[in-house]
């Protein structure tokens, strides 16, 4: 069982990025999945979430507007769209999986609502 995060690296403020994360040895259709972030120095914070039950989706309200999550249960996968990026979203950015199964949490979950993290995928945004 493992969420595999991938896609991060450097871009510059004001630009676009996809990060991806793969499911491996279970099926992400019942869970509700989601992204952390951390950056140096910080706590670890819900940046956005996505609901097995209906689809609802969830931000963080640093990056309303700017980021979207979304989800393709044929490729097992789960992805964050980031555009208008800041040097402030330079984080770890760790997928999640957890909860679901007919049940629904209104608005971001806390961390410990999971049952799966991936490994991390650094995303660093040059000023």
């Known amino acids: 069982v493992q969420l595999q995060a991938s896609g991060g690296g450097l871009v510059q403020t004001g630009g676009s990025l996809r990060i991806s994360c793969a499911a491996t040895?279970?099926?992400?259709?019942?869970?509700?999945i989601g992204w952390f972030r951390q950056a140096p120095g910080k706590e670890r914070e819900g940046v956005s979430s996505?609901?097995?039950?209906?689809?609802?989706?969830y931000y963080a309200e640093s990056v309303k507007g700017r980021f979207t999550i979304s989800r393709d249960n044929a490729k097992n996968s789960v992805y964050l769209q980031m555009s208008s990026l800041k040097p402030e979203d330079t984080a770890v950015y760790y997928c999640?999986?957890?909860?679901?199964?007919?049940?629904?949490?209104?608005?971001?979950?806390?961390?410990?609502?999971?049952?799966?993290w991936g490994q991390g995928t650094l995303v660093t945004v040059s000023s």
């Open positions: 999640v999986a957890g909860g679901g199964f007919g049940t629904k949490w209104y608005g971001l979950p806390p961390a410990d609502y999971y049952d799966y």
């Open positions: 040895g279970f099926t992400l259709d019942n869970y509700d």
């Open positions: 996505i609901s097995s039950s209906d689809g609802s989706t």
